[in-house]
């Protein structure tokens, strides 16, 4: 929609508005620093947070007038809303973890289940390799 250097668009930056500006800035200037900017690398750069808020609901119209063609895997039955609360609800989670919160007292089965099923909606084939590498399940059985 916005070409190959997407991140630069006048387009898409009145779209995600300042605060999204000031982070893509960042994560250009990051990259200028250290090589070419490419899509390939921007799309890396940019954090799991700001990829969600790209399914915000103002985003829909513009990003995603029909979300199920950009996301084949996406069970029909899955509404633009459930894929955005599920997206944000694994952002929630990973922060928790990344800060050291406490986690134990959360259903880390159901966590994780969410988050496969997350991942399955993307890419099937991620989630079988995922699942077929994942020790989760075997530390949340163990209850170290």
């Known amino acids: 929609m916005y070409g190959q250097n997407w991140w630069e668009d ?3 930056l009145l779209q995600i508005r300042s605060g999204g500006k000031r982070i893509v800035k960042t994560a250009g200037d990051k990259l200028a620093n250290t090589g070419a900017v490419t899509s390939g690398r921007m799309t890396a750069e940019l954090n799991f947070g700001f990829w ?5 609901p103002r985003h829909e119209a513009v990003f995603w007038p029909n979300f199920h063609a950009n996301f084949s895997h996406l069970p029909a039955a899955v509404s633009y809303e459930r894929l955005y609360k599920r997206c944000d609800d694994v952002r929630e989670f990973r922060n ?3 800060h050291h919160e406490p986690i134990l ?6 966590e994780y289940s969410q988050i496969m099923e ?3 909606w993307f890419s099937p084939d991620k989630a079988t ?3 077929t590498y994942s020790r ?3 530390v949340v059985r163990q209850k170290p």
């Open 10 to 12: 006048p387009a898409f």
């Open 52 to 56: 969600v808020k790209m399914l915000l």
């Open 96 to 98: 928790r973890i990344f």
């Open 105 to 110: 007292h959360r259903n880390i089965t159901a």
């Open 118 to 120: 997350l991942i399955k």
């Open 129 to 131: 390799w995922i699942k």
């Open 136 to 138: 989760v399940m075997t």
